[in-house]
């Protein structure tokens, strides 16, 4: 199960991929991001959002970068993006903790708790959070500039 996340006080969305499912290019572009993700992150922000993914394979599909281009506001390939950048990306650096910790508190006994606990644990993030992240984001982004690229975390 893979989970993607839009999030703004009083909006949240969860999507889910079924465990198993090979998520190609294809699939990517014409049920995730078209039917699924960009309508819901505009039901959230509008026009004024930049979108970030990575270099999976199914990102980098042709399909995919055309799409983007077409239809975000600001839109960054990820040929300008660092190939390996956990540090740079929200949801690698805290998010994601920030969740296990409520998600893990008890043990999961299948996957449909899991989807439920998600699913619950992501409704009530706190805006400070998400805001508190995107703070920190910026300053990651500046320590990564002085770096040239490389390693920054002890500037941080």
Known sequence: ????GVSKL???????????????????????????LLPAIWQVSGDFFVFQQDSV???RARETIKLLQR??????????WPPN?????????????V????????KVKDVNELRERLVEVWAGLQQNVIDDVIDQWCRRL???VRARGGHFEYLL
């Open 1 to 4: 199960m893979v989970s993607v």
């Open 10 to 36: 009083g909006c949240t969305h969860l999507i889910f991929v079924d465990s198993g499912l090979r998520i190609n290019g294809c699939y990517y572009h014409e049920v995730l991001l078209s039917q699924q």
């Open 57 to 59: 394979s199914a990102h």
């Open 71 to 80: 239809e975000m506001p600001a839109f960054t390939s990820s040929y300008l």
């Open 85 to 97: 950048s956990p540090d740079l990306n929200p949801v690698d650096y805290r998010i994601w903790g």
């Open 99 to 106: 969740m296990r910790n409520w998600v893990y508190q008890k």
């Open 142 to 144: 500046h320590a990564c």
